[in-house]
């Protein structure tokens, strides 16, 4: 067996989708993860947040009074997590392989952080890892795009332009493949001229029935789904769905 598999794509991205994306989108969420678990959760219950990124979901759990632990691949988004939210635990860690000691009381993972895997049985293994951090009972609440959201959302070009940095980005979906690809140009100013780096994301369409199964497979209860064009006022967007799932109370015990 070699060693564990590792993530680390976003590590040449981090500063960027600190500055750029983290905050805007936690804002947006939050009242749907506040709507869907928070207001079923204790107090200071403890939350594990799985592709944590650059930690501003944590620091707004954090500030809520909840104990918060964010796993994440890249070392830098991590880095960059720690800053943020000070009081949260961080650990660098494969969503496919990381083991966090349970019991927390919730698990989330947003901003298509689970279109990320690959692979069908990379996503059954992080539904598993989730499932075994969690208590009896425990919710799991996380979003995908779907097949609608890569055709509507995932074409064409964009840029970011600011006096020390520019950030030029063009998404395209291959239905035949079910994948989707993010490239990114990045120019950043540095003490003798201009740093250009290139890089790529690439993603995963799943469909409903794949994602139900692998998470039967993984051990949870049936999962309800919400779609996040229609179903979540204020929260608006085309082709993402938000699945909530439990893991299943032991015969006998107690909700
Ligand atoms: C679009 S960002 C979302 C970050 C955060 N959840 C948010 O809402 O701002 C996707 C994150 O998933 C992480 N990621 C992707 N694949 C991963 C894997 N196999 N293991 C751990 N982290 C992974 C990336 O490093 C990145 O931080």
């Known amino acids: 067996m070699g060693p564990p598999p590792q993530y680390s794509d976003y590590d040449a991205f981090a500063w960027a989708y600190n500055k750029h994306w983290g905050s805007a989108f936690t804002e947006s969420i939050l009242p749907v993860i506040d709507k869907l678990v928070l207001q079923t959760i204790p107090p200071k219950a403890r939350i594990l947040d799985v592709c944590c990124g650059t930690g501003q979901l944590a620091s707004a759990l954090v500030k809520r009074g909840y104990r918060v632990t964010g796993v ?51 996503l059954t293994a992080v539904f598993r890892n989730v499932h075994d951090s969690l208590r009896d009972g425990g919710w799991f609440l996380f979003d995908l795009n779907m097949e609608e959201g890569y055709t509507a959302r995932w074409r064409g070009e964009s840029a ?43 993603q995963r369409c799943y469909s409903d029935i794949e994602v139900r199964s692998a998470l039967k497979r993984a051990g949870f209860e049936a999962a309800r789904v919400f779609d996040g064009a229609r179903d979540l006022e204020p929260f608006r967007n085309v082709g993402r769905w938000f699945f909530l799932c439990r893991r299943p109370v032991a015969a006998g015990g107690r909700r």
């Open 160 to 202: 970011i332009v600011e006096d020390d940095h520019v950030v030029a980005y063009r998404s395209s979906y291959s239905p035949d493949d079910k994948v989707g690809r993010m490239e990114f140009t990045i120019f950043r100013k540095v003490a003798r001229g201009w740093k250009r780096t290139d890089l790529a994301l690439t």
């Open 72 to 122: 994440d691949g890249s070392k830098e988004m991590i880095r960059i997590a720690r800053r943020n939210a000070p009081k949260a635990t961080f650990h660098v860690e494969d969503a496919r392989s990381f083991r966090i000691a349970p019991p927390c009381d919730a698990a989330l993972s947003t901003y298509d952080s689970l279109n990320h895997m690959m692979a069908l049985e990379d």
